[in-house]
């Protein structure tokens, strides 16, 4: 069974950082990219990052860019986002993804809530 | 960057009729040299992470149920509920993975009249 788990949420101020971990299984992860995607608490979904099978690759959403950087190991199995410069409008729930037929989401992890306030 | 925008914002069906849910994208999101629309069908229930319903705009993923079906092509694409169940209240988005940034819709709510 693919599954996803991520971990690393909590609440930190504004300017501060985190970093984001997701735990891959069940899937031949060295043979996908992976995205981040993010909701905010009652809205919509948002795409913010994602990085080719080799890591050789890296896109971001306009608005993380130069502060938000993902990565992976593919020993570990894992994603990561590290988030920094954080602003209240980053506060949302991070899901990990992985991406199959170019840019299509599936499966999501259960995603954690990141929330950045004073 | 391409625009999705979902109508309704949210509607009430009665159980067992229909659900339509509709998806514009302010530009095509069909790739010419394989034919194939870009555009695919997530289902959010409360306290879950999307799931997958349809990709290629109309090819329905492996175990969703046959009364959920994706049609259109182009700009314009339709998901269809032919028969409502309780199980179906959730937030429906649409989102089209042809060019990058990959844009979701804002997402229309289904629920029981």
């Known amino acids: 069974e693919v599954q996803l788990v991520e971990s690393g949420g909590g609440l930190v101020q504004p300017g501060g950082s985190l970093r984001l971990s997701c735990a891959a299984s069940g899937f031949t992860f060295t043979t996908y990219w992976m995205s981040w995607v993010r909701q905010a608490p009652g809205k919509g979904l948002e795409w913010v990052a994602k990085?080719?099978?080799?890591?050789?690759?890296?896109y971001y959403l306009d608005s993380v860019k130069g502060r938000f950087t993902i990565s992976r190991d593919d020993a570990k199995n894992s994603l990561y986002l590290q988030m920094n410069g954080l602003r209240v409008e980053d506060t949302a729930v991070y899901y990990c993804?992985?991406?199959?037929?170019?840019?299509?989401?599936?499966?999501w992890g259960q995603g954690t809530l990141v929330t950045v306030s004073s | 960057d391409i625009v999705m925008t979902q109508s309704p914002d949210s509607l009430a069906v009665s159980l067992g009729e229909r659900a339509t849910i509709n998806c514009k994208s302010s530009?095509?999101?069909?790739?010419?040299?394989?034919?194939?629309?870009?555009l695919g069908w997530f289902q959010q229930k409360p306290g879950q992470p999307p799931k997958l319903l349809i990709y290629w705009a109309s090819t329905r993923e492996s175990g969703v149920p046959d009364r959920f079906s994706g049609s259109g092509s182009g700009t314009d694409f339709t998901l269809t509920i032919s028969s409502l169940q309780a199980e179906d209240v959730a937030v429906y988005y649409c989102q089209q993975y042809y060019s990058t940034p990959p844009t979701f819709g804002q997402g229309t709510k289904v629920e029981i009249k």
């Open positions: 993804a992985r991406i199959r037929q170019q840019l299509l989401f599936d499966p």
């Open positions: 530009q095509s999101v069909l790739y010419l040299s394989n034919n194939k629309n870009y």
């Open positions: 990085i080719k099978e080799d890591g050789s690759e890296k």
